[in-house]
């Protein structure tokens, strides 16, 4: 899988640096939801004003595309079928001395949706779901002002991601 963005402090507007460079490793994997409307799964993350792609960390006894599945069923209620890769990002969170993987792929929606089984602590931070055209998800991302850390980190990184789908499916037309 392509690497696409390293983001780093200095990237979100912080000035922090990690002088021992001793980070824990965080491995997530992130999907692009096409349904058969052509909208894709966003999450408003409504407690921090930040919109951010369905997924989450990659658990010790599972492999990315099992960890992507559950995930997506868990936020979006839905199962998928992988169309293919969008890419990779690394983020270094100096601040939590965190260097999270991201892994991205495209995808499209199957069979029935229920409804989303967030966890405790998604529904404390107001996740909804919403469905959004592709290019209208990008102009939400780019209007959103994250009031906290992990938020400036997530716009930044999923706007790349939308922004890479985009170059990808105009390649494949």
Not at 117 to 124: K, M, N
Request: with cysteine.
């Amino acid at each position: 899988m392509e690497l696409i963005k390293e983001i780093y402090e200095k990237d979100i507007g912080y000035d922090g640096k990690n002088s021992e460079n001793i980070y824990k490793l965080r491995k997530a994997s992130r999907a692009i939801i096409l349904n058969d409307l052509g909208e894709i799964a966003l999450l408003y993350v409504s407690k921090n004003k930040y919109h951010k792609l369905p997924g989450g960390g990659i658990e010790a006894d599972e492999s990315i595309d099992i960890a992507l599945n559950r995930e997506v069923m868990e936020e979006v209620g839905t199962d998928i079928r992988v169309l293919g890769e969008v890419g990779v990002i690394i983020e270094y969170r100096d601040k939590f001395q965190q260097l999270q993987i991201s892994y991205c792929y495209y995808t499209k929606a199957v069979g029935e949706t229920s409804k989303p089984a967030f966890t405790d602590e998604e529904i404390d931070n107001g996740f909804l779901l919403k469905w959004v055209p592709l290019d209208k998800a990008i102009d939400i991302l780019k209007n959103d002002m994250p009031d906290n850390y992990v938020g400036k980190f997530i716009r930044n990184r999923d706007l790349v991601f939308l922004n890479k789908t985009i170059e990808i499916l105009n390649n494949i037309s």
